[in-house]
């Protein structure tokens, strides 16, 4: 398998990002870490193995990318404005940097989003933003709004990066049609840990429901956990329906 490593100082996020390319071609699936994960947590959690077959035939390129949480969301150190502010310059680094990265190095712009817990929520709502630069998502057992980060706060930037809040009053056509015209998939267990993203996973579903979107918002049984075991079952099912 080809594996290879990139980094660049990136103005976004004034700093060094590195992220890793596996495969040689295929359609392209862009990697969100779980919390405050890294770029090498995917392979070394096995979710490259998982869907080795996909990249050894040139079906699918994988890149992985860092996360930022620990800078965001997840940064009890500073305010919940500040968490929102850092979060726009990592979504300003992925859409302007990296998605530029991923077209040149692939040849294509038929961008997958996927991730993992935190990841989950990365890559949707990553989608929900950007449905011109993604057409597809793959989000597992994510959380769709950010009360367990922010508690009640809600400026503009919390506002529009939880899904929950924006998408009910989003009528917009531009992203509706989008929407519609992509594949868009959302899953969640109902074992250990799972709970609120059964309940955000719902809620999800039933905007999408009212707003025409389809949608596949998929609940697994009582002994599906919030975690890689799991995770590395589901991501190759889902994708063995989009590619």
């Known amino acids: 398998m080809n594996k290879e490593f990139h980094q660049w100082y990136s103005p976004a996020m004034s700093k060094e990002m590195p992220l890793h390319v596996y495969g040689h071609a295929g359609r392209p699936l862009l990697v969100f870490p779980a919390m405050c994960g890294n770029f090498t947590e995917f392979e070394g959690f096995g979710m490259i193995d998982a869907i080795h077959e996909y990249i050894d035939s040139g079906r699918l390129m994988v890149f992985t990318i860092d996360s930022a949480d620990s800078e965001s969301w997840c940064n009890q150190g500073v305010g919940p404005w500040d968490r929102a502010r850092r979060h726009n310059d990592y979504d300003a680094y992925v859409i302007q940097e990296v998605v530029p990265f991923i077209n040149s190095r692939s040849g294509r712009g038929d961008i997958i989003a996927t991730g993992c817990s935190m990841g989950g929520y990365q890559s949707m709502n990553f989608f929900l933003r950007h449905p011109d630069a993604v057409n597809a998502v793959i989000a597992l057992s994510g959380l769709y709004h950010l009360t367990e980060f922010v508690g009640d ?6 506002y529009f990066n ?9 009528n917009d056509p531009w992203y509706i049609d989008r929407y519609r015209q992509s594949a868009i998939i959302a899953c969640t267990g109902r074992g250990a840990w799972e709970d609120a993203m059964i309940a955000d996973t719902g809620a999800l579903k039933a905007i999408f429901d009212a707003k025409g979107i ?6 697994w049984g009582e002994d599906v956990n919030h975690d890689w075991p ?3 079952v589901q991501l190759p099912y889902f994708l063995s329906h989009i590619l």
């Open 153 to 158: 706060y809600m400026d503009e930037n919390v």
């Open 214 to 219: 389809p949608a596949w918002c998929d609940f």
């Open 230 to 232: 799991w995770w590395r």
């Open 162 to 170: 939880s899904p929950l809040d924006y998408l009910p009053n989003c």
